[in-house]
């Protein structure tokens, strides 16, 4: 794969990642168990990590990584997450969900890919992250709707 190509992905993983924290905002505000909201935080947290090694990885490729704001495709995201967490946490959570398919399937492409050692090293870790973050929310979507009110 050729080095503008790479930059390219990563910063397609970066945007995404950005898109997660900020979807992560309004989900954490609409979760009342202090379990459930520091598993959230914490995912949040490995979603800023994720945005800061990618970049650093773009900038050592010579590259320049995307700021760190939403696109028109994380404002969406942003705002489903918002609207889904008003029903609250339930809702909140099941937004997070269909968050984390989506970060988790680009993770996964993205991890097939023919990359240096190094950035492929970077992006399976990130991609377990993910395989994480999806089974927790995947184990709460099981709890019936009444017990998260």
Same mark, same amino acid.
């Given at each position: 794969?050729?080095?503008?190509?790479?930059?390219?992905?990563?910063? +397609?993983?970066?945007?995404? +990642?950005?898109?997660?924290?900020?979807?992560?905002?309004?989900?954490?505000?609409?979760?009342?168990? +202090? +379990?459930?909201?520091?598993?959230?935080?914490?995912?949040?947290?490995?979603?800023?990590?994720?945005?800061?090694?990618?970049?650093?990885?773009?900038?050592?490729?010579?590259?320049?990584?995307?700021?760190?704001?939403?696109?028109?495709?994380?404002?969406?995201?942003?705002?489903?997450?918002?609207?889904?967490?008003?029903?609250?946490?339930?809702?909140?959570?099941?937004?997070?969900?269909?968050?984390?398919?989506?970060?988790?399937?680009?993770?996964?492409?993205?991890?097939?890919?023919?990359?240096?050692?190094?950035?492929?090293?970077?992006?399976?870790?990130?991609?377990?992250?993910?395989?994480?973050?999806?089974?927790?929310?995947?184990?709460?979507?099981?709890?019936?709707?009444?017990?998260?009110?």
């Amino acid at each position: 794969m050729e080095r503008i190509q790479i930059i390219q992905r990563l910063n +397609d993983l970066i945007q995404l +990642d950005v898109d997660a924290v900020e979807a992560y905002s309004h989900a954490i505000k609409a979760i009342k168990y +202090d +379990d459930i909201r520091n598993k959230f935080i914490e995912f949040q947290q490995e979603h800023q990590s994720h945005v800061h090694t990618l970049s650093d990885m773009v900038i050592r490729l010579n590259g320049t990584p995307v700021k760190p704001s939403p696109d028109m495709k994380g404002y969406l995201i942003e705002g489903l997450t918002a609207l889904k967490s008003i029903t609250g946490q339930k809702g909140a959570i099941e937004a997070m969900l269909s968050n984390e398919k989506v970060t988790t399937k680009k993770y996964e492409e993205a991890s097939a890919l023919d990359l240096p050692e190094e950035i492929l090293k970077l992006v399976k870790a990130n991609w377990s992250h993910e395989l994480r973050h999806l089974r927790y929310i995947n184990e709460l979507i099981e709890i019936p709707r009444h017990e998260l009110r």
